[in-house]
């Protein structure tokens, strides 16, 4: 795809072929959700329908795959598709006729191989996963956790080397980058490796991030798919696309409304203003002078806004406000607009090449935010800067 859909002002449309959750945390309900948060627009063809909820799944019922069909080819034949996620797919013969659709669409194609749901149940019998291999061929990439990759490559992934052996072998046979999941993997660290069909085409990536201690990650694999094909269809780069899905991933975990007495779902709506489909600065945190801390501190709580952070020599308070944006206080601080990039040190080097001076170069601050500062025309300070989940949930978050 030559033309960024993003830029160019258009709703970036996102087909998703998978299954239902009627407990709202996974399959269709999810992808529905993390697309709408992103941005774009999302459609649907339900292959399945599930009696699901955070203990297990109680009852599964296939779509017939006339139907699943019929609801793509009426999608595509009239919205358009800018991107494919696929999920549970239902049967064998879903897969198969699924597969001779999605041959004639020129789009990225997400595939998430979903065999077993987060409780343990099973989703696909073998023959549908055997069918899994054409859907891998049609799809720009698919996105196994540890378990699936084993399964699919038939081969161990019982340490970093041999999931790289896994996930490379399964890239060159079915013809399609793989994303290895590394969810669940052992250890504190969680990491998620791509490779590519031919290693010439581009050098294994690795994403580390330290394992968020929650039980609320029922549908993690189906939002970070759906994540993907919507940056996707937005016109990114893969790598760029999983970056970003991963970061969305992250922050519905630590957002998640504890609901159910299981594996609960995340919270898709508390991701705002965090990631964007979108190019251009995000206005999200902005820094006042205090000279009354307790008082100003008091003044913004009676307004709404909940205080995430707050030191014990009282100079310096964090607020999140109900859309997601932050509003800190500062004793002695001068009054800055903060505006979060995507890539900060490229942006920086763009900015300075168009003759922005800045006070400050891309700096690493001690509370986890990479910060740029300068002035605009009128001399306002305005500070660039990345904080990834460290804007609204650093360490050091009160609740």
Known sequence: MTQNVAEAGMTPRVLIIAGSDSGGGAGIQADIKTVTMLGGHAMTAITAITAQNTLGVQAVLAVPTD?????????????????????????????HAVADVLESLDVPIVFDPVMVATSG??????????????????????????????????????????????AQALAVRRRCA?????????GREIVDRLVYVDPM????????????????????????????????AAGHPLEF?????RQFVRLAIKGAPHLGNG?????????????????????????????????????????????????????YARFEAPGGAT?????GARPTVFLEVD??????????????????????QPWLWREARLTDPSGNPVCLYQAGENRRYPPWRLR
Request: overall charge negative; charged content about 20%; glycine content about 8%.
């Open 67 to 95: 139907m699943v069909i019929a609801q793509i080819n009426s999608v595509v034949t009239d919205i358009g598709v800018d991107a494919v996620k696929i999920g549970m797919i239902g049967s064998a013969a879903t897969a």
């Open 121 to 166: 149940s099973v989703l696909a019998d073998d023959e549908t996963i055997a069918a899994f291999e054409r859907l891998m061929r049609v799809a720009e990439v698919t996105t196994p956790n540890l378990l699936e990759l084993k399964a699919l490559s038939g081969m161990p992934v019982d340490d970093s080397e041999a999931v790289h052996a896994a």
């Open 327 to 331: 509003l800190s206080i500062e004793t």
């Open 178 to 186: 793989v994303l290895a999941k590394g969810g669940h993997g052992r």
């Open 241 to 245: 696309a999983i970056d970003h899905a």
């Open 263 to 315: 594996h609960g779902p995340m919270g898709h709506q508390t991701v705002r203003l965090d990631v964007s489909i979108e190019a251009g600065a995000r206005l999200n945190q902005i820094t006042i002078a205090a000279t009354d801390y307790e008082g100003t501190c008091s003044f913004y709580s009676r307004l709404g806004l909940k205080q995430i952070v707050g030191t014990d020599d009282a100079h």
């Open 343 to 364: 890539y900060l040190d490229e942006t920086i080097e763009w900015l300075q090449k168009e003759g922005a001076v800045f006070e400050q170069l891309p700096t690493d």
């Open 201 to 232: 085409d581009g050098r294994p990536t690795e994403w580390r991030s330290e394992r968020i201690d929650s039980n609320c990650t029922h549908g993690t694999g189906c939002t970070l798919a759906s994540a993907i094909a919507t940056y996707l």
